[in-house]
């Protein structure tokens, strides 16, 4: 995704598919294996798995670097892509993407690059994550579907 400034701010996120939660993300101006890299070492020091996960992403060419299939390796992360020009397969990232959009982007030109970036921070970790609701989750955010359900396994 790209928000519009004196020059570009591209983001990259890894979301967990179980709770819609965006565990790792990383802005740049450039969408290069080093931005998805970022945002993937965060979702591993955020979740910090301990046997094999899948990871999808759709077919860009930074998914596909030596560096970033070495790094999944090193921490036991499956790969697996979108098939070409198949949206659908990617569908819980494209409707992130799309309520980013609706709701901070949208026909919005950014003064500076930090400027984006702090609306998309402010975006990601003080809405989407602790309050957006989702009907995948029961109509509650993330943050709560998981909070309560690891609340709910430690009490079995």
Not at 81 to 102: L, P, Q, W, Y
Not at 114 to 119: L, T, Y
């Amino acid at each position: 995704m790209r928000a519009y400034c004196s020059g570009i701010v591209n983001l990259a996120t890894v979301l967990d598919l179980f709770s819609i939660r965006v565990v790792g993300w990383s802005m740049d101006k450039n969408m290069d294996k080093h931005i998805v890299m970022k945002a993937l070492l965060m979702a591993i020091y955020q979740r910090q798995p301990k046997s094999e996960v899948m990871v999808h992403t759709d077919q860009g060419s930074q998914y596909g670097s030596s560096d970033y299939l070495a790094l999944m390796k090193e921490h036991k992360l499956i790969p697996s892509m979108s098939r070409r020009g198949n949206c659908h397969d990617n569908a819980v990232a494209e409707s992130f993407f799309a309520t980013i959009k609706k709701h901070i982007i949208k026909k919005k030109i950014y003064t500076t690059r930090n400027d984006a970036k702090a609306d998309i921070f402010n975006f990601i970790e003080m809405f989407y994550n602790p309050k957006k609701r989702h009907s995948h989750t029961g109509d509650v955010s993330p943050a709560k579907f998981e909070e309560t359900y690891f609340s709910e396994l430690q009490t079995v």
